[in-house]
């Protein structure tokens, strides 16, 4: 995830004086949140900004900080309500924190779900604007409504009951049964797939586009070389 990259300690400072990554999320998240808020308005206020591309833009970055902001609660709430013991890694302090944990859980699968909808949402308008010389954004608004926002549901409200059904251990936060795991995993993956191959696709539009540019202007040039003579 966000934060398992770089590894931590519950300390609120490490021995060598830093700060540990979820205290520098804590606070990178609201300033990065209070930068961006004024951009965020402008696009939602100002008339003439308002257009499909700043729309798709506006909902990639509030699903970055749902992520982040998902993250960052299940990591505190499964520190603060979860202490260890010898008999098993974690233990659970009440039913409330049980709850409170796998909810906690389900919305950071959820947001994670959504920031990948919205990238592919990102990829694929990219696409239709270099392919579909009169493509209308407008008309495609419902449907990256529903994928970035829609789509995750599709999955995450799945691996929940299943998880209930079959995997009811903890906070949610071990995945010892591969199978439940992949109810998750297998539509992120197929996302990113689908995004990596309109990535390439992408790149092959305008690498297409700028040979055929250079084509014109050298058959230009030859012409008034011609013409000169």
């Known amino acids: 995830m966000l934060c398992h990259a770089v590894p931590c300690r519950a300390n609120p400072l490490h021995q060598d004086g830093t700060v540990p990554c979820h205290a520098a999320l804590c606070c990178a998240v609201p300033i990065l949140c209070t930068m961006m808020s004024p951009c965020c308005a402008i696009l939602c206020h ?10 798709i833009h506006a909902n990639l970055f509030l699903s970055f900080v749902l992520r982040a902001g998902a993250i960052l609660t299940r990591d505190a709430l499964l520190q603060r309500r979860l202490r260890p013991s010898p008999g098993h890694p974690l233990q659970l302090l009440g039913q ?21 909808g919205w990238l592919l949402a990102e990829g694929l308008f990219l696409h239709k604007l270099l392919v579909l010389a009169a493509f209308s954004g ?84 030859v012409r008034w070389g011609h013409g000169d003579t």
């Not at 100002?46 to 729309?55: D, H, I, K, P, W």
């Not at 599709?154 to 010892?176: A, I």
């Not at 797939?193 to 040979?211: C, P, Q, S, T, Y």
Request: proline share 4%.
């Open 138 to 221: 407008e008309r495609c608004l419902p449907a990256f409504l529903l994928l970035g926002w829609g789509a995750p549901v599709l999955f995450v409200v799945p691996w929940v009951v299943v998880r209930y059904l079959y995997e009811n251990e903890g906070c949610w936060e071990r995945n010892e049964k591969p199978a439940v795991w992949w109810i998750i995993r297998c539509p992120i993956l197929m996302a990113v797939a689908v995004n990596f191959v309109v990535f390439v696709r992408i790149v092959r539009i305008l690498v297409a586009k700028v040979r055929a540019h250079q084509v014109s202007r050298g058959d230009t040039r």
């Open 46 to 55: 100002a008339t003439r900004l308002r257009c499909t591309r700043n729309f």
């Open 96 to 116: 409330q924190a049980v709850a409170g944990c796998r909810l906690a859980q389900a919305l950071t699968q959820y947001c994670v779900g959504a920031n990948y």
